[in-house]
């Protein structure tokens, strides 16, 4: 429910509000878009304020933010609520975290809005779910959900919460950034460790991404990534891995297991003879 | 956005770093009398918290404001929280919060 709010928030507010033009936008924007557009991209992320300003807007694309390597479309904060102004069509006030103080906006369409908003005062600790955007240079926080905090243990929650995300998202770079990818704008790919590595893997071709393969692992695929057994169409017999590599027969073994369901090597005209699935 | 005045997240040992600028902090109320209220702090050391608190102060007050000296604040926001408050989670997201992860925080 929130996703769908929140593209029709992002967007609308995009094209002065308008409800007609916004639909237009999206369908149009959506050829170049849509990749990025999936469900891993608008995931709430738990940030501080100080984390916002130093945010990297990647593009000129006005909603595209970037911390730790992430794109950051919605956003949770915790902190005081201040400067609420109601006014005929939006709420605006100020979240202070202790961090720094972010401006946002509450669109008030509908009664529960409305309702929303009544039930927070200046000074009060909230929660604030939010999408966040650029405007004229400045980041905003068009807030969807603007909730008192009721157990203030969820403070320090949120900002253990923070860290904890940010830890994250900022070990998921470093192995990217150490499996020799060249640089590139991240993209949602990061949120998750499936689709880094996949993505890993189409872009690294040939060189190919073997992170995290190890010792004898690496030995053996090395061994089967050379042109020459590359080359070979029956691949090659395990026994001459094992002569080759001057390995027992059993570590041979284990590393061809372990490569096969990693999806890295495959069995050929029997279940002795491997072949790496680097380059076909 | 402004980013020029944040409060720290301090205990009683961090204060000591901080003293002059703003922070936040929760203590434990002991006592209150008037315009100063004895707490003590989530790393269990006693501060003074200058101010005007609130008529009815609960067991747990979080205060931000400047530090005064080492061992007091002169407070500008009280909220009180509640009587039942996981003092170890704050303490440690405040170690954290001074420590490796400051740059998200100051």
Redesign the interface.
Known sequence: MYGGNNQFDGNAAFSGGGFMPSQATQTAGDHSFSPAKNRDSQTLIPLTVKQISEAFQSSDDKTNFLIDGVDVNNVKLVGILCNKMERVTDVSFVVDDGTGRLDCFRWVNEAVDTKEMEAVTNGMYVRVHGHLKGFHGKKQLMAYSVRPVDDYNEIAYHFAQVIYVHSYNSSLRKQHDSSSMPAQVPSSAFNTPLKGYQASASNQFPGYSMDGIRGVDKMVLDFLQQPSCLALEKGVHRNELVQQLQLPSEKISEALDSLESEGLIYTTIDEFHYKSTGNG | ???SN????VNAEFLKEHVGRKV?TVVQVVQSDGDKVIGKSTDEIQLVVKGNPPNALST?V?V?GIADTIQSIEAE?W?N??DT??VN??E??CR??NGD?K????
């Open positions: 956005m402004d980013m944040p409060a720290v997240f936040r747990f979080e931000i926001i909220t929280f509640g408050f996981d989670s704050y440690k997201v954290l919060a992860y740059h998200l925080f100051i």
